[in-house]
C-alpha cells in the first residue's frame, strides 16, 4: 500500500508534535493514493457534508463573514454623530452587510445559490436601552445627540455560518473630536464588559466549562463594581443556528432569581471545532433588564411550532418568514407591507411560531456597556475573529484581581505579537512589488 500523503490544512492549526512545516497530515483531510483514485466503495452513498471548523471551507466561510461584520461596526461607529436617526443608522449596517456578503460565493452550489447577508438585524440601542432596539420605518424616535452611550449590536453569515459582534461608544461633539466628560461609572462599566469579553473568549477552549467562564465574568464584574445583565447569555452557533443548545450565563442565579422564574444553566464543555458568541453586557444599576415602551420588532421563527392562524395578515406574515427568514433573526422592518406585519405578528407570537427578542431596558440613570465578538475553537487555539478595541476614551481607576490581570496582560502580548507579524508580512509583501 502507497504511504499516506499529506494535505495541507490551515484550518487544523500545526500539529502538537513539534512540527513546524505547514504541510502536515491532517486525519479528515489526509488519504492514500488508491482512496483518491478509486473514489468511494459505494457510489450510492451520500457523504455527509461537514459544516463544523475541521472543514477548512467551513472556516474560511466564518473568516469572510468576520470581516464584514469588523467592517459593518466600523462604518456604524463613524456615523454615530449628533443629529443621526436611529433607523438610518440600522438601514447603513444592514446595507454594508448585504452589499458585502453579496460580492462573496456567487457561484451557484449544485443549481441553487449560497445564502448569505444578515445574521442578526442591525441594532443600535441607546442609553438604558440594554439591546434590540431596531425601530420600524413609522416609528419616530429621538436622534443621537452628544453624550449619548450607543451600543451597536449585528450579525452577517456565509453559507449560515454566522459572525457577529456589538460594540459600545459615545457619542462625541463633533465627529473630528472624541468624547469629553466620561463619568467614573460610565468607565468602570465599559472597562469591566470589554475586559470580561475578552478572559471569557480566552477562557472558551477545549476541555473547559459554561460554570468556569461565568467564574470569570462574576469575578471581573465584582473588580469593578458593576453588575452583569442577568438575562443576557452566550451561545454556541452552528450553521444557520444563532442559539445553540450550549450557553454560558454571566452571572450565577441566587435564590432570589430562581424564585422569580430564571433558570438556571446546565454544565456543559466547550469542544475543539466549535463556535461561540462571547456576549457580555454590564451595567451600573441592578442588573435586571425590565421591559419598556419601545416596539418589539426582532423576532426569529421556532422551526419546531406549527399552528393554523386565523387572521390573513398572521398567514401572509409567517409565509414571508418561512420564505426569506426560515432560521436567523429578523426585523420587522425587512417586510414591505410594515403595518400589515405589526397586525400579525401577534398572533403568530402567540402561539409559540415566532419568538420575541424584546427591548431590554435598565434603570434610568444607569450605565450600561455591551461588548460581542465571536471565538473559533480551532485546534491551534481559541481565535477571536469580531469585535473591535474598546475605545481609548474609556478609563477606569479600578484594577481586576491579579489572576484576571495575569489574563488581559497575556491577551495583550499576543494581539501585540500578531499586529507585529502582520506588519511585517504588509512590508515584505510592499517591497516586494515595489
Given at each position: 500500500?502507497?504511504?499516506?500523503?499529506?494535505?495541507?490544512?490551515?484550518?487544523?492549526?500545526?500539529?502538537?508534535?513539534?512540527?513546524?512545516?505547514?504541510?502536515?497530515?491532517?486525519?479528515?483531510?489526509?488519504?492514500?493514493?488508491?482512496?483518491?483514485?478509486?473514489?468511494?466503495?459505494?457510489?450510492?452513498?451520500?457523504?455527509?457534508?461537514?459544516?463544523?471548523?475541521?472543514?477548512?471551507?467551513?472556516?474560511?466561510?466564518?473568516?469572510?463573514?468576520?470581516?464584514?461584520?469588523?467592517?459593518?461596526?466600523?462604518?456604524?461607529?463613524?456615523?454615530c454623530i449628533?443629529?443621526?436617526?436611529?433607523?438610518?443608522?440600522?438601514?447603513?449596517?444592514?446595507?454594508?452587510?448585504?452589499?458585502?456578503?453579496?460580492?462573496?460565493?456567487?457561484?451557484?452550489?449544485?443549481?441553487?445559490?449560497?445564502?448569505?447577508?444578515?445574521?442578526?438585524?442591525?441594532?443600535?440601542?441607546?442609553?438604558?436601552v440594554i439591546c434590540n432596539l431596531s425601530p420600524l420605518g413609522s416609528e419616530e424616535l429621538e436622534p443621537l445627540k452628544a453624550g449619548d452611550i450607543v451600543k451597536i449590536d449585528l450579525g452577517c453569515h456565509i453559507d449560515g455560518y454566522i459572525s457577529v459582534a456589538a460594540h459600545t461608544l459615545i457619542v462625541p461633539e463633533s465627529p473630528d473630536s472624541p468624547p469629553t466628560s466620561i463619568s467614573d461609572e460610565m468607565g468602570n462599566v465599559a472597562v469591566a464588559a470589554y475586559n470580561a469579553m475578552l478572559v471569557a473568549a480566552a477562557s472558551i477552549k477545549a476541555g473547559a466549562t459554561n460554570k468556569q467562564v461565568t467564574d470569570i465574568v462574576t469575578k471581573v464584574a465584582n473588580s469593578y463594581g458593576v453588575n452583569s445583565i442577568f438575562s443576557v447569555r452566550m451561545h454556541q452557533m452552528k450553521r444557520?443556528?444563532?442559539?445553540?443548545?450550549?450557553?454560558?450565563?454571566?452571572?450565577?442565579?441566587?435564590?432570589?432569581?430562581?424564585?422569580?422564574?430564571?433558570?438556571?444553566?446546565?454544565?456543559?464543555?466547550?469542544?475543539?471545532?466549535?463556535?461561540?458568541?462571547?456576549?457580555?453586557?454590564?451595567?451600573?444599576?441592578?442588573?435586571?433588564?425590565?421591559?419598556?415602551?419601545?416596539?418589539t420588532t426582532v423576532f426569529k421563527r421556532n422551526v419546531?411550532?406549527?399552528?393554523?392562524?386565523k387572521m390573513k395578515n398572521s398567514r401572509s406574515l409567517l409565509a414571508q418568514v418561512d420564505k426569506k427568514?426560515?432560521?436567523?433573526?429578523?426585523?420587522?422592518?425587512?417586510?414591505?407591507?410594515?403595518?400589515?406585519?405589526?397586525?400579525g405578528v401577534t398572533e403568530c407570537v402567540s402561539h409559540g411560531l415566532l419568538t420575541p427578542y424584546p427591548v431590554l431596558h435598565e434603570q434610568k440613570d444607569a450605565n450600561v456597556a455591551h461588548f460581542k465578538c465571536t471565538v473559533l475553537l480551532l485546534p491551534s487555539g481559541t481565535a477571536r475573529v469580531t469585535g473591535l478595541d474598546m475605545p481609548e476614551y474609556f478609563k477606569t481607576d479600578k484594577k481586576p484581581e491579579e489572576d484576571i490581570q495575569q489574563m488581559l496582560d497575556d491577551i495583550a502580548a499576543a494581539a501585540a505579537k500578531k499586529a507585529k507579524k502582520k506588519a511585517a508580512k504588509k512590508k515584505k509583501k510592499k517591497a516586494a512589488s515595489s
Open positions: 500500500m502507497p504511504p499516506k500523503r499529506a494535505i495541507p490544512c490551515y484550518t487544523c492549526g500545526p500539529p502538537n508534535d513539534g512540527t513546524t512545516s505547514p504541510f502536515y497530515q491532517c486525519n479528515l483531510l489526509s488519504m492514500s493514493d488508491d482512496e483518491s483514485s478509486t473514489g468511494s466503495v459505494e457510489e450510492n452513498v451520500e457523504v455527509e457534508e461537514t459544516t463544523d471548523l475541521s472543514n477548512s471551507d467551513v472556516c474560511t466561510k466564518y473568516q469572510e463573514a468576520s470581516k464584514i461584520v469588523n467592517l459593518a461596526l466600523t462604518g456604524l461607529i463613524s456615523q449628533p443629529g443621526a436617526k436611529i433607523l438610518d443608522l440600522c438601514n447603513f449596517g444592514t446595507t454594508i452587510i448585504n452589499t458585502q456578503a453579496g460580492k462573496l460565493y456567487q457561484k451557484k452550489v449544485k443549481g441553487v445559490a449560497v445564502e448569505r447577508g444578515v445574521a442578526f438585524p442591525v441594532c443600535v440601542s441607546v442609553n438604558d444557520f443556528v444563532i442559539d445553540g443548545v450550549k450557553e454560558v450565563a454571566l452571572r450565577h442565579p441566587t435564590a432570589d432569581d430562581l424564585e422569580a422564574g430564571e433558570q438556571k444553566l446546565d454544565e456543559c464543555t466547550f469542544e475543539q471545532a466549535e463556535v461561540y458568541a462571547v456576549d457580555v453586557a454590564m451595567s451600573t444599576g441592578d442588573g435586571k433588564p425590565r421591559p419598556g415602551v419601545l416596539r419546531e411550532a406549527n399552528y393554523k392562524l427568514f426560515p432560521t436567523l433573526p429578523f426585523t420587522l422592518a425587512h417586510f414591505e407591507d410594515e403595518r400589515g406585519a405589526k397586525m
